[in-house]
């Protein structure tokens, strides 16, 4: 009898685009994105059943906070339009396999008040172009630290949300380490 056991694995590491992190209101306070933790993601693929069904969150989480005095936004985006192997740069997987949902923490409520969060209930896939996670709702989502507070859970590979329809089984993916880049783009609701 054979036993198979392949190893698929996904490293993100979490980028600032043009903003500086920090905790508190600077001097002249504008916009300011901390990530306080999760920056590097990895999700190991081990059994088959992970890769029929994929991993939801299971640790996989970036907490950050946003400071501003501005009506902010949040968007997020990949570096490149698709993963590459490491091991082997003609392996290939579709960023769609990738999900986030947001998660708020604090006390600026993400109900559309404050807030709105189009990655609440519902896994927003990952793509090379910008997409806007964190909104203003139909009041202000101004303030600092303990009232902009959220996880970022990631997910690899469950179909939900609009995220890839096919399992990681079923695209018939090669065993590599797959890595992109996120990037976080912090700006002044329009």
């Given amino acids: 009898m054979k036993h198979y056991r392949l190893v698929f694995c996904i490293a993100m590491m979490l980028l600032l685009h043009g903003v500086k992190a920090q905790d508190i209101p600077p001097p002249n306070p504008s916009l ?16 088959i059943a992970e890769y ?30 698709i993963f590459y192997g490491e091991n082997d740069g003609t392996h290939q997987m579709p960023l769609d396999n990738v999900g986030l949902t947001i998660l708020s923490t604090g006390t600026n409520l993400d109900d ?4 709105v969060n189009y990655a609440k209930t519902l896994p927003q ?19 600092w630290g303990i009232q902009n507070a959220f996880t970022m859970n990631w ?8 995220m890839n329809n096919q399992s990681l089984l079923e695209q018939m993916l090669a065993p590599d ?11 002044v609701y329009p």
């Fill in 32 to 47: 300011s994105l901390n990530i306080v933790s999760g920056y590097s993601i990895v999700f190991n693929f081990d059994e």
């Fill in 155 to 162: 997910e690899m590979g469950t179909k939900r949300g609009n």
């Fill in 52 to 81: 029929k069904n994929g991993i939801m969150n299971a640790g996989q989480s970036s907490f950050i906070r946003v400071g501003s005095i501005y009506d902010w936004k949040l968007q997020v985006n990949a570096d490149q339009n």
């Fill in 112 to 115: 559309g008040t404050h807030i």
């Fill in 125 to 143: 896939a990952l793509q090379s172009s910008e997409v806007t996670v964190l909104t203003k709702g139909s009041g202000s989502n101004r303030g």
């Fill in 177 to 187: 380490v797959y890595n992109v880049n996120i990037i976080l783009t912090l700006s």
